[in-house]
């Protein structure tokens, strides 16, 4: 009977999802698919007023409700919470962060479905600076390839994206065995289904009407949630389509997803979501959506230039049973754990203050040869080329790339072709982990 009220509970807030706006604000019934946009009504302006509409406090750049500090370091400053709670024997998921949530419409072979989403970046300054998300002109290289949606607006001010995003398919993950020389174990896994899978059309890029890109993430529909949205209960797999998960607040315009952990500069705690892939693999091993179209972005492998950036995974780094005092790392770690208990933790190049940024990583993974008790925490691009030098390290055997391609950040890697979206959230003082900021819970 409780399964069973469960279903129908769900089953009516699915309902919801799609009778929440008005009639009339439906994409196709509203006329033409995005009204103009007049000089009174910016992008900027349409989208906090649908978070004002949808029961959320809109971001206020003039009067932000949390004022982060240096130690915390937060570059989104709308965050509304974060959660920097690192032990999962107290918090099961880990730390967190509360976002606003903003709601649209998506496209779909049956016509119009309502859609719940967040934005972390823009290519304009000035919407980034009136959204509190970050500033990422290099955003902008996408404009005009295959690797981005268009947006556009129905006469209410809601954003109709091309594509759209399946949340109904359930996450598995079968660890690889070890490869013949013992070096790789656990990665590359042996299968992998991603827990959702966009269509053909569906990007995070996603161009507007003005030419400003945004980084827009799906994370909620009718056919489920976005698996890094934890559940206050556990993360088990059946709860990873739960529309009654209170982490998605769509009378608060809020939403709750879980951060990974990482490396940039030789400091830890470079804490950020992934929300899509262009690779199956990382997909399911990092609990994103599986998008076959950030595939076609511009352009892989390439440090200046192109509108993603490099950075450096490690397929057989160390694991939790190695008792390291720097912690654990690498894919194969990620890929042996349940359900991702255990980040991979890998190596950046910058952090969003700097204006090459962009939330797109171009995956360079690494591959150590070197047995296990002789392998290191990478913390820095500065030690991975230095390990590259002398042989320790090696660009994956799985690379898709044949050949290292020379940047500024190494002349030594080779790149797989798989696109990550993981925008940098924060990357706070070892004083602030164990804390809560902010209001890191819907209530």
């Known amino acids: ?103 649209g419409w998506e496209t779909t072979s049956s016509g119009p479905r309502k859609c719940y989403y967040i934005i972390t970046e823009s290519s304009d300054q000035n919407m980034a600076e009136e959204l509190g998300i970050i500033y990422a002109p290099r955003m902008a290289a996408a404009v005009g390839s295959a690797g981005v949606q268009n947006g556009t607006w129905t006469e209410r ?27 790789l174990f656990g990665f590359p896994p042996a299968e992998v289904n991603p827990g959702a899978v966009a269509d053909e059309n569906w990007s995070s890029y996603v161009v507007l009407p003005s030419g400003i890109v945004i980084n827009a993430q799906m994370v909620a529909n009718s056919t489920g949630i976005h698996d890094r949205i934890p559940h206050p209960d556990g993360n088990g797999p059946e709860q990873e389509d739960d529309l009654n998960n209170p982490n998605l607040a769509i009378d608060q315009a809020a939403v709750v997803m879980q951060l990974l952990d990482g490396w940039q500069d ?9 929300t899509d892939t ?75 203050t700097d204006t090459r940024y962009a939330p797109m990583w171009d995956a360079h993974i690494t591959e150590f040869t070197v047995p296990v008790e002789e392998r290191q925490i990478l913390t820095s691009f500065d030690q991975v080329n230095a390990l590259l030098a002398d042989g320790t390290l090696i660009p994956f055997r799985g690379n898709a790339n044949p050949s290292p391609l020379d940047n500024s950040l190494s002349s030594l890697l080779t790149a797989t072709g798989a696109i990550i979206n993981c925008p940098v959230i924060t990357q706070p003082e070892a004083s602030v982990i164990g804390t809560q900021i902010g209001a890191p819970r819907n209530k």
């Open 278 to 352: 262009s690779d199956p693999g990382p997909a399911t091993i990092e609990l994103g959506v599986f998008a076959p179209k950030l595939a076609n972005l511009p352009t892989f492998g390439l440090f200046p230039g192109g509108s993603m950036l490099p950075f450096s995974p490690t397929a057989n780094g160390i694991t939790p049973d190695e008792g390291n005092p720097l912690g654990f790392q690498g894919l194969n770690t990620a890929s042996l754990s349940e359900r991702q208990a255990n980040d991979p933790t890998n190596t950046f190049p910058i952090d969003p």
């Open 266 to 274: 030789g400091k830890p705690f470079y804490f950020h979501i992934v």
């Open 157 to 183: 001010g809601r954003l109709v994206f091309e594509g759209s995003v399946d949340f109904s398919p359930k996450r598995s993950l079968v660890a690889g065995a070890s490869s013949e020389d013992g070096l």
């Open 1 to 103: 009977m409780k399964n069973r009220n469960k279903l129908f509970a769900s089953a009516v807030l699915a309902g919801l999802l799609l009778m929440s706006c008005d009639q009339d604000d439906v994409p196709g019934i509203d006329g033409p698919e995005g009204g103009p946009i007049t000089e009174t009504a910016s992008e900027a302006s349409l989208l906090l007023q649908s978070i004002k509409e949808d029961g959320g406090v809109p971001f206020n750049k003039n009067k932000p409700a949390l004022k982060f500090t240096a130690e915390q370091n937060v570059f989104l400053p709308s965050v509304l919470g974060i959660d920097f709670r690192i032990d999962r024997s107290e918090v099961p998921a880990g730390p967190t962060a509360r976002f606003p949530m903003f709601s």
